[in-house]
């Protein structure tokens, strides 16, 4: 698939695109994890000065990655919006009713504080689709210990799934000559669990600094890291 990378789960392939979406073509579904619409009128509200584009991006982003997979089954892996509703989140409800083909499935984030009614999104905590049980925040994680997740529990618990989140951001810092570093958005995968990238462009990225499989994005590219 043009721009796309695949990565293997057991028989199952996963595409990753370099805007963060992971598709998985035997189902016609598509996962984006970590949207956060709404963010930039959020920080507006509270008189912090954001610019309106990069909602404007946000939307057109989704817009093709809707477009990209016909009449998809799209998986929001958490964290779809940014705490209230604003004017900037009600685009997503008409961007979703020109997209009426398409089923919208959000799985229930820490910042899904006031999802909105709509008969065309499906809201619950957690979703077994296949071999993948997708949640929002990996088992065990705790950003205030700075613990991503926890391999015991996951293994404990969730050993007949594949486990697939998001809320981490992930990525990953390349280091350099001298004290020159790169830092950016990146796909993390193990054994038992897949961490999608934020989607939105105005979440940042944290480098999880655990061993697995990286795929980092950079100026629209996608590609293996470590």
């Known amino acids: 698939m043009l721009g796309a990378i695949a990565h293997s789960i057991g028989a199952h392939t996963l595409w990753l695109y370099p805007d ?18 709404g963010k930039s009128g959020h920080f507006r509200a509270f008189g912090i000065p954001t610019p309106k584009g990069i909602h404007t991006h946000a939307m057109r982003l989704l817009r093709n990655a809707f477009t990209r997979h016909d009449a998809a089954q799209i998986i929001f ?16 409800l008409e961007l979703m009713q020109e997209f009426a ?23 619950t905590n957690k979703l077994a689709v296949g071999p993948f049980l997708c949640l929002h925040e990996p088992p065990g994680s705790n950003f205030d210990q700075n613990i991503p997740f926890d391999p015991d529990l996951i293994q404990s618990n969730y050993s007949e799934n594949f486990l697939l989140c998001g809320h981490l951001h992930p990525g990953a810092t390349l280091k350099g000559k001298g004290r020159g570093r790169i830092k950016m958005k990146a796909f993390f995968f193990n054994d038992s669990l897949g961490v999608l990238p934020a989607f939105g462009p105005f979440t940042g990225a944290h480098a999880l600094q655990v061993e697995g499989k990286y795929y980092g994005i950079a100026e629209g590219r996608i590609f293996p890291l470590f």
């Open 20 to 37: 963060g979406t992971a598709y998985w073509a035997e189902e016609n579904t598509l996962f984006i994890a970590d949207v956060h619409l």
């Open 77 to 92: 892996l958490g964290d779809l919006f940014h705490n209230l509703q604003n004017t900037e989140t009600r685009d997503l």
């Open 101 to 123: 083909e398409h089923s919208f499935v959000l799985i229930k984030g820490n910042h899904d504080v006031d999802i909105p009614v709509h008969s065309a999104l499906e809201v």
